[in-house]
């Protein structure tokens, strides 16, 4: 409109460039449009084009172009946030991207990816860029390349696109910034440029050609899923950059468009806006920054609230500070029923909104109150409503009848006026925020307006809703259930709550409402005039049935001992019981239930006819699976009702009963008194199946047990567990039992025969076939005799030659019949034939004639001649061969050393005889020139390889058996290593079989790997030189080197800790020759004193050997000594070196003790004693006082005893200080510290002097300087007794004083003199008062020196005299001190108030005797006696006339004594009255003690009865004593004055009255009575009563001061005045 004008708009510029921001001037309201303009120190990239106009009121309208704005940056190095998210259709908008720093060529630029709702990569669509370099290195020209890596879908492989780039675009991969633009084109092809500038993007030479024709198809559908998933708003992607110097910034290219659904606002200060693109994220860890958009139509308001602002007209509204200023008759609000025009719209019309004051033209909403409503808000008699902080009255209430949008009106709590009460606002659950309401003492409502501005707040209804009330207190609740909230705070103390708080009644345990719900559904609102709900119509009651106990013969009883209403409870038969006729009522258990009734209340069902019975108990066996059937149901009881039958099933189908048991079971009725039978029942299981031995035996069962085996039918294919079973043969007519098993083809289906698992038997005898012999051996034998029979005895050799079946499991033999043959392939003329279980035929051997194996020659004796088929034959038939074999696994063929014999090495042949007769003869018939067998060295490895320091040992054995004759002697052995590297030679001597090879290394390089050896050559005398089969040993190992020179240092602290310093590079070095599980050096370390031993430790690894840089060898070292430490290397192969390191010992730990035991302010010495191995004389020494000095290091000479001083003066009091000294040698090996730490007490307090102390009868004030930072405690002990001069004091203080007092809030620490009063003491007492100054250092109180001085109170004090209303003067007007000492000779004379006189009457006549003065005396007990008050002289009577004569009556002293009496009795009377009250008759009070309240009251109890201790005593409680009533009644021992406060340790109860311990003496009795008669008037108020007179027109409280108590006594006399005191 014409009346705006434009607000300074200024661009601000932002470090990232991410936000553009705008300054606005307080209280601006947007325009329609406004104009950004360009500042030329502002960079092009950061803001948009000048002269861009906006236009955010108007919905839909296009915001000029934004080509180049940054709106996201991304930088790694920038904290942790590494990326950012922003939503974005890949598919349809271009993606241009901005990076700053170079990149390195190989590694992972930046990541673009789709994101869950998380905000992090779900890898549906991945794409990973990255500079590749030159593709070919190789060939020059070669195409730069571009790599993009896709991954779409968890699951899916990644595809590589290959982009390439020309050498003009080869400085853009390493160039400061560069830019990059992914698209996609209709064909879904990415196409991806490059450019050292954002223009080049655009540049068609810049576009990267690619070798992949489109975008996987996946790829496209996980996109197209992303967009769906973020509603049509685009892709959330997010970006990453992949080094850690990377800068990315998004670009929006020169079509995006802005429109006012786009621009967002984010309130960052109170005159500073932002604008953002509305679909983008903010920077990450933002997002729940609050965020406006502008609303169409409307001005911006960031505020809590946002109404719709009405169009203004011309006008000019009166200027104002404030709101109140408008609140008159020239100022006038908007109201809703109103309708103003332009035309009315002037100063008559004003409108308050926000800071700012306009004229309206239409409606503007307010809060109106109406009627009577502010009457009802100002006048409430609980609750103060205020509007805006002024409090609402009659006198302004007509100033408020428009309550202006956002004013707030509070509504607070006034204090009650009934006592007891509290007015809090009333609780109601339909406000949305009970916390607003803190403890409902005040509440705060703001005047708002609806959406439409049809309503606005209704402060009156509010106000009828929340205005205060009668706090709730605990209510009186039935004793069965209890309620919420809780009225008892966390300490026990009663706790309120607001009235209409809902109480919710829940039953106690075990009990339940007359619906048996264990909560009441509906709730009350508590009030304070509702305050009982145990009994009447607000009664809330719960109720339980209790179950009755039941006779034992019952045999049953009730699970719960209680039931809630409408609920039951089971009566369960004992376990092993059921009830009588089970089939026809519940078997065991039976449900009864609790009714209710209103007046009968919770009620049990009646059980008493029910009655349990024994059943008959199964005995079954573990996991029995039976299923067991009563009543046509199955049940789990495992027992039978008496007279009832179970039926028996299996649990599992398949499963069968066992062997013998019945399918049902009966219960038989026991007889008289007798307890039911217990009956076995075998269980189910699963049956044995004979379906697949039916097929190979003939299978007969039993159906009973003692019954006859009989054949199984075809049906029957399996048997139930504990079946009998025979196998009575084999199917087949060809097979037979092995006889040793013939007898084993009876068992019984079970656990031993049987696989359940498997389903098959275990193990059965078998069924076999006989071995059948070749036909022709009745040609070739003859029958010899049975070797093996299977143990059937009748079987003969002859047998199986007629029948030639051999059965299985025997063995028979059969001979040549001619004996001079061999059979073939044995050594003898004897053939075994042997029949397994297989049933093989037996194969036929001939017989042969025969050649000596001996017929040829062995070449040397480790070479033999054997049969090539039985080596220990001694020929070999016809035809066969022997062969030359060398005679044990150590030799081996020296023409081929692989070898170890020659087969058919020679052969028997038939020879030609002239007779024709059979003649054979061994043949040789091998060619081999070197037919001879050589020995085989071993080489053997120890159990130990290593001998020393990079030494190993090996052994080489040589055959014992070996031929050494002169033809066959060997002379020298050649040992090798891996490589063939020669280590030693060996010369042989006859008769050592056994030889040592000792090899050294020339150091430590690989000797973890290892040595293997082997014997490589061995040369003979006579034979020459055999190379060996390889026959390698491997794992020897040499020992370890020792630690060289400095791999550790050693020094000791006295002679404990030893401190070992290991080399740096000393586990490095150990662990260049160390390999796990194979070469481990560990190491010994031995403590040595000269050649003595005296430690040794287990061996350690190198790690664990320099781990440990400390030893404690106090128990074997000795100071100032020197000592050895050696460290053996070795390995689980063997030792290896040694070394050794030598170390010295130094003094033994000194004694430090401090001067003196007492605690001393500011000075202190240390004294260091020696210990008695160390020298003494000048010794150099290392100390130190904590926080006082620095380490110093001196020699001191020390004295004979060792001793040396150091003195400190100037120590800090209540400071903690430590003293460490260390005792060193000359080369400057040190001992343990030792060290003390002691505490500097407090100053001592001043001395107290006798100006220090001001005394009274009763008190004694103390003065004192206290200084800072000390606790001061005054303690006043009381003399008990002195004999000959030594006073003795009381054991605990009477009184104790302590300076600073605990804070109040009224009394702090001054460090200036301080004065306190010790109130309660005894006069003309000795005394001492004790004063010491504390102070706490580490937890420990720490005390000074006491200072002490001795005083003694005075006897007397005036304040006594003139509280008695006399005057007191002494002779020739001399002043009378307040306090007064014992003294006879000193004489006081205490004088009436004028027309007053003492209260002393003559004894003749009774009448006052008018005297007007008295004397006293200061005595060690106080004030000698004395009358007080003075009474008035009563006005002259006339007396009647006399009209009888006076009869002779009683004499004066028989009338006093009447008189003594009756007053002696009413004394009592009164006493007893006064102890009544006091004891227990009234109650009422916090002490218990009197009917009524005394202001002592609460403080005698708060102090434990002692109130005449309490320093705070308030001096205002002495005013309400009056009329005072002095009772001298002590005795001579008492030492009491009675008219003065007893204090509590007098041992004296204060509830009593002193009376004497003699007599009654008359006259103080005549005393009492008078002073009783004058105060009492007529005494027997009781009397008048029983009269029927009137004594209740007057009433006053009598008060009767006893000791420093008092006792209020009411009574009501007729004709009283209020002043007169009874």
């Known amino acids: 409109g014409a009346d705006y004008t434009m607000a300074k708009a200024v661009v601000s510029t932002q470090s990232t460039g991410s936000l553009i921001g705008v300054t606005l001037a307080s209280n601006f309201c947007y325009p329609e449009r406004f104009t950004f303009s360009k500042k030329t120190s502002v960079p092009k990239d950061d803001i948009i084009k000048e002269g861009a106009v906006f236009d955010p009121i108007v919905a839909g309208h296009e915001v000029g172009t934004l080509p180049d704005m940054n709106l996201i940056a991304l930088n790694a190095q920038d904290n942790a946030a590494s990326t950012r998210t922003i939503s974005r259709d890949l598919l349809t908008t271009p993606l241009f991207l901005k990076f700053s720093t170079a990149s390195q060529l190989g590694a992972i630029n930046h990541v673009i990816g789709t994101v869950d709702s998380s905000e992090v990569f779900d890898i549906g669509f991945l794409l990973t860029a990255k500079f590749k370099g030159v593709k070919d290195p190789a060939v020059e020209g070669s195409d730069l390349q571009y790599s993009v890596e896709l991954k779409c879908g968890a699951d899916a492989a990644t595809t590589e696109i290959m982009y390439a780039y020309p050498d003009a675009l080869k400085a853009v991969a390493t160039a400061d910034n560069w830019y990059v633009s992914y698209t996609f084109d209709e064909n879904k092809m990415l196409h991806v440029s490059l450019s050292s500038d954002l223009a080049g993007l655009d540049n068609p030479a810049n576009k990267l050609s690619t070798t992949a024709t489109e975008l996987p198809a996946v790829c496209i559908s996980e996109l197209e899923k992303a967009a769906a998933k973020a509603g049509g708003d685009g892709v959330l992607i997010r970006y990453a950059v992949g080094n850690s110097a990377d800068k990315i910034t998004l670009l929006y290219n020169s079509d995006a468009k802005l429109t006012s659904e786009d621009v967002v606002i984010m309130d960052q200060s109170p005159n500073l806006a932002y604008l953002l693109y509305s679909k983008t994220y903010p920077v990450p860890g933002d997002e729940d920054v609050t965020a406006y958009k502008f609303p169409s139509d409307s001005c911006v308001n960031t505020a809590d609230y946002q109404f719709v602002e009405p169009q203004a007209t011309d006008g000019v509204c009166p200027a104002a500070a404030s709101l109140g200023e408008f609140r008159n008759a020239d100022c006038k609000a908007v109201k809703l029923t109103e309708a103003a025009t332009e035309d009315t719209c002037n100063t008559q019309y004003c409108c308050w909104y926000a800071d700012i004051t306009k004229c309206y033209a239409k409606n503007k909403p307010a ?104 706090a709730c207190t605990k209510p009186t609740i039935h004793e069965s259930v209890t309620i919420t909230p809780d009225f008892t705070d966390d300490n026990g103390d009663p706790k309120i709550h607001p009235s209409g708080t809902e109480i919710k009644f829940t039953c106690k345990e075990g009990f339940g409402t007359s619906t048996g719900t264990t909560e009441f559904t509906e709730t009350v609102a508590c009030s304070s005039s509702v305050t009982d709900y145990s009994a009447g119509g607000s009664k809330k009651e719960c109720y339980q049935c209790v179950a009755p106990g039941l006779d034992a013969s019952v045999n049953a009883a009730f699970e719960k001992a209680t039931v809630l209403p409408t609920h039951k409870v089971n009566l369960k038969c004992t376990d092993g019981y059921s009830f009588e006729k089970p089939k026809h009522d519940l078997r065991n258990v039976m449900e009864v239930e609790c009714n209710y009734g209103s007046g009968t209340g919770a009620t049990l069902e009646d059980v008493s006819d029910k009655k349990c019975s024994q059943d008959c108990k199964l005995k079954l066996p573990d996991n029995h699976g039976l299923k067991f059937i009563f009543d046509d149901e199955e049940t789990t009881i495992e027992s039978v009702p008496q007279d009832e039958e179970y039926e028996l099933q299996c649990q599992t189908e398949g499963h069968l009963l066992e062997f013998g048991q019945a399918d049902e079971i009966e219960c038989e009725e026991p007889d008289a008194d007798a307890a039911p039978a217990e009956i076995t029942v075998k269980g189910c299981h699963q049956p044995c199946s004979i379906d697949a031995i039916k097929g190979k035996y003939t299978v007969e069962t039993k159906k009973k047990a003692d019954g006859a085996y009989s054949s199984v039918g075809t049906p029957t294919t399996e048997v139930a567990l504990g079946t009998p079973i025979k196998l009575a043969g084999c199917s087949s007519s060809s097979q037979v039992f092995l006889f040793s098993e013939k007898d084993q083809n009876e068992f019984v289906c079970s656990e031993d025969t049987y696989d359940f698992a498997a389903n098959k038997f275990k193990k059965i005898i078998d069924c076999y076939e006989k071995c059948e012999l070749t036909s022709g051996m009745s040609d070739n034998y003859v029958a010899k005799e049975v070797v093996e029979n299977d143990g059937d005895g009748t079987l003969t050799a002859q047998a199986v030659l007629d029948d030639m079946k051999l059965p299985p499991n025997t063995k028979v033999t059969f001979e040549c019949k001619n004996t001079d043959e061999t059979v073939e392939g044995t050594k003898g003329n004897i053939f075994t034939a042997e029949c397994g279980t297989n049933g093989d035929k037996i194969a036929l051997k001939s017989c042969y004639p025969s050649c000596q194996v001996n017929e040829l020659d062995n070449p040397n004796k480790n070479t033999i001649v054997k049969s090539n088929t039985d080596p220990t034959a001694a020929k070999v038939a016809m035809g066969e061969h022997v062969d030359i074999s060398c005679s044990g696994a150590d030799y081996t063929m020296a023409f081929d050393t692989a070898k170890s014999k020659i087969e058919e090495y020679g052969e028997c042949k038939l020879q030609a005889t002239d007779d024709a007769s059979k003649k054979v003869l061994l043949e040789k018939t091998s060619t081999e020139a070197e037919g001879y067998c050589v020995a085989v060295p071993t080489v053997v490895k120890p159990a130990k390889t290593s001998v020393g320091p990079l030494k190993m040992t090996a052994s080489v054995t040589l055959p014992a058996d070996r031929d050494d004759t002169d033809a066959w002697k060997i002379s020298e052995l050649v040992v090798v290593r891996e490589g063939d590297a020669e280590v030693c030679k060996i010369t042989v001597v006859a008769g050592t079989d056994s030889y040592d090879c000792e090899i050294t290394l020339s150091d430590a390089t690989n000797i973890q790997a290892g040595v293997t050896l082997r014997v490589k050559e061995i040369k003979y005398d006579t034979k020459g030189s055999v190379t060996l089969p390889v026959k390698s040993v491997e794992g020897f190992y040499a020992g370890p080197p ?530 009783l008669e004058a105060n009492l008037g007529e005494p027997d108020i009781g009397a008048k009563e029983a009269n029927g007179d009137n004594v209740s027109m007057g009433s006053q409280t009598a008060k009767v001061e006893l000791g420093d108590e008092e006792e209020a006594v009411e009574a009501k006399v007729e004709g009283e005045t209020a002043e007169e005191k009874v």
């Open 367 to 470: 809060c109106n109150f109406v009627g009577n409503d502010l009457f009802d808000l100002s006048n409430n008699d609980r609750t103060l409503t205020k509007v805006e902080g002024t409090e609402l009255t009659n006198t302004n209430k007509n100033s408020y009848t428009t309550i202006y949008l956002g004013e707030k009106v509070e509504f607070s709590c006034k204090e009650a006026t009934t006592p007891g009460e509290t007015n809090l606002l009333r609780y109601n659950k339909d406000f949305a925020n009970q916390a607003d309401f803190g403890d409902y003492t005040k509440v705060e409502f703001q005047c708002l307006a609806n959406a439409d501005n049809s309503k606005t707040t209704d402060f009156k209804a509010i106000f009828d809703m929340v205005k205060c009330e009668a």
């Open 1042 to 1571: 020792a630690l060289g020179t400095g791999a550790v240092t050693i020094s000791a602290v006295g002679k404990s800790p030893v401190l070992l310093t290991w080399g740096g590079t000393l586990a490095a070095d150990v662990a260049k020759y160390t390999e796990a599980g194979k070469y481990e050096p560990v190491y010994v370390l031995t403590l040595k004193k000269s050649t003595e031993t005296l430690k040794t430790y287990e061996a350690k690894s190198i790690t664990d050997l320099v781990a440990t840089t400390s030893y404690d060898w106090s128990a074997e070292l000795e100071f100032l000594s020197g000592y050895t430490v050696e460290i053996a290397a070795s390995t689980s192969h063997g030792p290896g070196g040694k070394s050794s390191t030598s170390f010295k010992t130094g003094n033994d730990k000194a004694t430090l003790t401090v001067s003196d035991v007492k605690v001393s302010s500011t000075s202190r010495s240390v004294t260091i004693t020696l210990a008695a191995s160390s020298v003494g004389g000048a010794t150099k020494i290392k100390h130190q006082l904590s926080g006082k000095t620095a380490e110093v290091t001196e020699v001191k000479t020390f004295n004979e005893d060792k001793q040396y001083t150091i003195e400190f003066d100037d120590l800090t009091p209540l400071n903690s200080y430590t003293f460490t000294v260390m005792v060193l040698t000359d080369d400057g090996i040190p001992s343990q510290p030792a060290s003390i730490t002691f505490n500097q007490g407090p100053t001592k307090p001043k001395a107290i002097n006798t100006g220090d102390i001001a005394l009274t009868d009763g008190t004694a004030a103390i003065s004192f300087e206290p200084a800072a930072g000390f606790t001061y405690r005054i303690k006043v002990y009381k003399k008990i007794s002195e004999v000959d001069g030594v006073k003795t004091w009381s054991t605990d203080p009477v009184a104790t004083y302590v300076y600073p007092e605990p804070a109040d809030g009224a009394r702090r620490r001054r460090d200036t003199k301080q004065t306190y009063t010790f109130p309660g003491l005894a006069g003309n007492t000795e005394y001492k008062v004790v004063m010491t100054s504390e102070g706490t250092v580490g937890g420990t109180v720490l005390v000074s020196d006491p200072v002490e001085m001795e005083f003694k109170t005075f006897a007397c004090s005036k304040a006594t005299l003139t509280a008695a209303q006399v005057a007191v003067s002494l002779p020739a007007d001399a002043a009378v001190s307040d306090f007064h000492r014992p003294d006879e000779n000193t004489v006081f004379t205490l004088t009436c108030p004028t027309d007053l006189v003492i209260n002393e009457k003559d004894t003749a006549t009774g009448a006052l005797t008018k005297v007007t003065t008295q004397t006293v005396t200061c005595t060690a007990a106080g004030w000698s006696k004395f009358t007080a008050p003075c009474v008035a002289v009563p006005e002259p009577t006339q007396p009647p006339p006399v009209t009888e004569p006076v009869k002779e009556g009683l004499h004066g002293g028989a009338i006093a004594g009447i008189v003594i009496g009756v007053i002696v009795f009413l004394l009592i009377v009164i006493i007893l009255i006064i102890c009544i009250c006091r004891r227990g008759g009234g109650g009422g009070t916090e002490n218990g003690t009197s009917q009524k309240y005394s202001p002592r009251d609460n403080e005698i109890a708060a102090d434990g009865g002692e109130a005449w201790r309490n320093p705070y005593y308030r001096d205002a409680d002495e005013n309400e004593k009056k009329d005072v009533v002095f009772m001298n009644m002590s005795v001579e021992d008492s030492g009491t004055d009675n008219n003065k406060v007893e204090s509590p340790d007098s041992g004296t109860d204060n509830n009593k009255l002193e009376t004497p311990d003699s007599g009654t003496d008359s006259n103080k009795l005549e005393s009492l009575a008078a002073d």
